[in-house]
């Protein structure tokens, strides 16, 4: 189990789930999924959904933001009220299926946490600003292509500005790799494709009412 005064990040989420807000958001310094899939997990138990992440502007990091919205399904409201009843958000203590520095041990919270690891992680990646490091990267290479050309080193400098213009295009291209192959791991795992409330593609993930069996 995982004490609620172990991670800040609980505590901003629970605080936000205690005063029944529609909507709750889980917000990250840096755009890696992994430390915000335990924290998506705790607020689908109280009865929310993941609906997509937001991307911030940064030069190597971004920062991100998942939002998720109050499920008012009868799957939502059942996985709500069965969480509260058993760990009420305004009593601290401990959190549902997790334990210390660890993913859970039970099974069918594994699996879930592995979905939403890669409903995540293709989010972020399809929203990561990729397209601007090219802009940065040329502005960066034009002194070297300059001094290139005054001192006439072409071969050391002309090798340095390729290696250097090709890096955001091989970003790109392993970005695009990485988001079909989880785009063919989402769709293997019943999730539909759709477009996110940015417009953006993304996927809708059936969450189990009770996350040991039927979905909603």
């Known amino acids: 189990m995982y004490s609620l005064l172990d991670d800040p990040g609980v505590v901003h989420l629970m605080r936000q789930v205690a ?26 138990c109280y009865g929310f959904r993941y609906s997509h992440v937001r991307v911030g502007s940064g ?15 009868p ?5 709500a009220a069965a969480t509260v009843a058993t760990l009420p958000p305004a009593t601290g203590g401990m959190l549902p299926g997790l334990l210390p520095g660890r993913l859970p041990r039970r099974p069918d919270p594994e699996a879930q946490l592995d979905l939403i690891k890669a409903h995540v992680t293709f989010d972020v990646l399809a929203r990561l600003p990729l397209r601007r490091g090219q802009a940065l990267v040329w502005a960066m290479t034009l002194p070297i292509l300059l001094l290139m050309v005054a001192t006439g080193e072409y071969a050391v ?13 091989v970003g790109i291209a392993g970005n695009r790799l990485r988001r079909r192959r989880l785009a063919r791991r989402l769709r293997a795992a019943g999730c539909v494709p759709i477009l996110a409330e940015d417009g953006r593609p993304g996927f809708s993930r059936s969450v189990p ?3 040991g069996g039927e979905t909603d």
Do not use: K, T
């Open 19 to 44: 005063v029944g807000a529609p909507s709750v958001e889980i917000p990250r310094p840096v755009a890696h999924p992994a430390p915000l899939v335990p924290l998506v997990h705790i607020a689908e």
């Open 59 to 73: 030069i190597v990091n971004w920062p991100v933001v998942v939002v998720l919205h109050r499920d008012d399904s």
């Open 75 to 79: 799957g939502g409201r059942q996985r």
């Open 157 to 169: 400098m002309g090798s340095v500005a390729l290696l250097m213009l090709s890096m955001p295009y």
């Open 209 to 211: 009412s009770d996350f």
